[in-house]
């Protein structure tokens, strides 16, 4: 087996286990159950140097994880009640013939634990960022250095947090913790918001060595088909986010240049955009269009797909992206939206109006220290520029100048930084 293949494997073999675990013992022993589970796919490494696969895998790892976590909950003093309880029904699973793991009971099983997982821990007294930290953790398979690089943020800041959110699960959740229906239908929002914002993580990050980060995006699509192919999921919101994930993840590979720096959307080449995921995408959309529901993530993939069925940048159909933005504005006063509808003014010749609509509203401060509001501005500012008469060019002139130089200052990275000189030029 490669290292990219077992990477990818253990990678969802751990997620898989932690999650199948935790619905037998509850959530407020994940440490344990990752112990386990860590223990358990490096005895499988051990195990399979000579093989490129083992039949039966998924069926086999989880057999050793639950023996080990039996074998950890007996070097618990206090956990004499826990072995009691279910070690009877583990041994009993042991006893059976391992299940292959094609087999659809037990798929559908997995799937559903990964549910439970990601409703209980979209708990609304615990932030999204946390709630990330611990979703990268545990269903993602993602170390806490992995999480951290991941997030542009420290070690000890994500190992914290993820201890924060364990500690509050236990209190928030018992042994045998499953939302009640009512509570899965209010936290379903939070659910996708945290796949959202796994998503979006990936497909921009801040980080200084990479700007995109494909496995995030991949491990958030993959989440939500299992959401979306569950009764929970079966709704349009959910279709509609899944159709914004295709369609953005459908140019990833035209977003990068040989040596790493970013592309601008008008500057892909549209030949390595991948028409199986924008089929995909067109797919999820027209099932999100099922109903008479319409979200901000409609809204969303309504832009996106306009991009992906463009023949070229000057074809784009401008207005209809136009027309997206204003009706996300009315679900959600985004400043990056806001910021993404004044781009779109200015491809109809509609400068002047777009640097308007960004003057109406002060940026937050999180936005006021970033390059996105600055670059933008200057962009608007070359354009008008470029529009102008004579005697309000230099007025023009010098605000983009002024811009410019404060979005350069704030690029967090070398391949932002070359974007922006490449898009201000």
């Known amino acids: 087996m490669d290292k990219q293949k077992a990477e990818h494997f253990f990678r969802h073999e751990y997620g898989r286990l932690v999650a199948k675990l935790a619905a037998k013992v509850g959530i407020c022993h994940v440490e344990l159950i990752e112990d386990a589970v860590q223990s358990a796919l490096l005895s499988a490494v051990e195990s399979w140097q000579s093989n490129d696969s083992i039949e039966n895998s998924t069926a086999w790892l989880y057999s050793v994880a639950s023996n080990r976590l039996i074998d950890n909950f007996r070097q618990q003093q206090n956990r004499s009640d826990i072995i009691q309880k279910f070690q009877s029904d583990f041994e009993t699973e042991f006893q059976k013939p391992l299940v292959p793991e094609s087999n659809p009971s037990m798929q559908s099983e997995i799937e559903d634990d990964l549910l439970n997982m990601m409703f209980i821990s979209c708990h609304p007294d615990i932030n999204e960022q946390s709630t990330l930290v611990f979703t990268l953790k545990t269903l993602c398979g993602f170390s806490i250095k992995e999480i951290a690089l991941r997030l542009f943020a420290t070690q000890q800041s994500i190992y914290k947090r993820y201890q924060r959110v364990l500690k509050e699960l236990a209190i928030k959740t018992n042994i045998k913790h499953e939302p009640k229906p009512s509570e899965l239908i209010f936290r379903r929002s939070r659910v996708l918001r945290l796949l959202y914002l796994m998503f979006t993580q990936g497909y921009l990050s801040v980080n200084e060595q990479r700007s995109i980060q494909p496995e995030l995006c991949l491990e958030a699509i993959r989440l939500t088909q299992i959401l979306a192919k569950h009764s929970l999921g079966q709704f349009e919101e959910c279709y509609a986010l899944l159709a914004l994930m295709f369609f953005q993840y459908s140019r990833i590979d035209s977003r990068l240049d040989n040596s790493g720096g970013l592309v601008l959307l008008e500057n892909q080449d549209r030949s390595k955009w991948d028409q199986s995921y924008i089929a995909e995408g067109l797919n999820w959309l027209q099932q999100s269009a099922s109903g008479e529901v319409f979200t901000r993530y409609h809204a969303e993939a309504g832009v996106a797909g306009a991009h992906c069925l463009a023949s070229s940048f000057d074809k784009t159909d401008w207005t209809q992206i ?35 609509l960004i003057q109406q509203s002060k940026p937050p401060s999180w936005l006021q220290g970033s390059y996105q509001w600055y ?51």
């Open 322 to 356: 136009i027309d997206c933005y204003e009706i996300l504005q009315q679900f959600t006063s985004s400043p990056i939206h806001q910021l993404n509808h004044a781009i779109a003014l200015t491809q109809t010749g509609q400068t002047q109006l777009a640097i308007e």
């Open 375 to 425: 670059v933008v501005l200057a962009y608007l500012y070359k354009r008008l520029d470029e529009e102008s008469a004579s005697k309000s060019r230099q007025v023009a002139k010098n605000k983009y100048n002024e811009y410019k130089k404060t979005a350069l200052d704030l690029a967090p990275n070398t391949a932002i930084r070359d974007l922006i000189l490449h898009s201000l030029n």
